[in-house]
T-cell receptor, first 113, second 111 residues
Framework: DQQVKQNSPSLSVQEGRISILNCDYT??????FLWYKKYPAEGPTFLIS?????DKNEDGRFTVFLNKSAKHLSLHIVPSQPGDSAVYFC????????????FGAGTRLFVKA | DADVTQTPRNRITKTGKRIMLECSQT?????MYWYRQDPGLGLRLIYY???????NKGEISDGYSVSRQAQAKFSLSLESAIPNQTALYFC??????????FGPGTRLLVL
């Protein structure tokens, strides 16, 4: 039973356009959400996070939106750059889970020059 | 130097062998984690430790054991390796926040 779902295994976007990566979760007790980026042969690296008390968090070209009623979050990358090509993992955690972090399966983003 | 290091980076072993994967960190974090990554399944938690005297099972602990030798060291053992333990293994650390810092991974192949 996947508590965090990334339903798109891959996404292809033209350089300069917006990339939108989506994530759904099932456990309403999650209260903190994170996005990690992973390049081949490297470990995941933290990208951006959002607490459940917010509905938007922005860091440069990256914005995460949280819709608690829909149990949905999305990562927007504007403008997309070829160096953004990587696998993006959505993750969620909460106090009731002992603060364990549950990861989605990942979405591979291709940004075409 | 990397903050979180894993050894070995690649390992090939045979069914039934015992192997150990090691993780060291210089971030001074109390919390350490072991995950495995399989295609289409993302990162799944094997074991985690919130301090030296604390060890907890994750989602998929069967067939694995861990040892927290010091704040900076957390090792993962496969007692008797089997082919479906072929995967990419990641160690991670965190402080009291929920942001984790990952090592570069160990690619394990069990024949």
């Amino acid at each position: 039973d996947q508590q965090v779902k990334q339903n798109s295994p891959s996404l292809s976007v033209q350089e300069g356009r917006i990339s939108i990566l989506n994530c759904d979760y099932t456990n309403s007790m999650f209260d903190y959400f994170l996005w990690y980026k992973k390049y081949p042969a490297e470990g995941p690296t933290f990208l951006i996070s959002i607490s459940s008390i917010k509905d938007k968090n922005e860091d440069g070209r990256f914005t995460v939106f949280l819709n608690k009623s829909a149990k949905h979050l999305s990562l927007h990358i504007v403008p997309s750059q070829p160096g953004d090509s990587a696998v993006y993992f959505c993750a969620a955690s909460g106090e009731t889970g002992g603060f364990k972090t549950i990861f989605g399966a990942g979405t591979r983003l291709f940004v075409k020059a | 130097d990397a903050d979180v290091t894993q050894t070995p980076r690649n390992r090939i072993t045979k069914t039934g062998k015992r192997i150990m994967l090691e993780c060291s960190q210089t971030k001074g974090h109390d919390r350490m984690y072991w995950y495995r990554q399989d295609p289409g399944l993302g990162l799944r938690l094997i074991y985690y430790s919130f301090d030296v005297k604390d060890i907890n099972k994750g989602e998929i602990s069967d067939g694995y054991s861990v040892s927290r030798q010091a704040q900076a060291k957390f090792s993962l053992s496969l007692e008797s390796a089997i082919p479906n333990q072929t995967a990419l293994y990641f160690c991670a650390t965190s402080d009291f926040t929920q942001t984790q810092y990952f090592g570069p991974g160990t690619r394990l192949l069990v024949l």
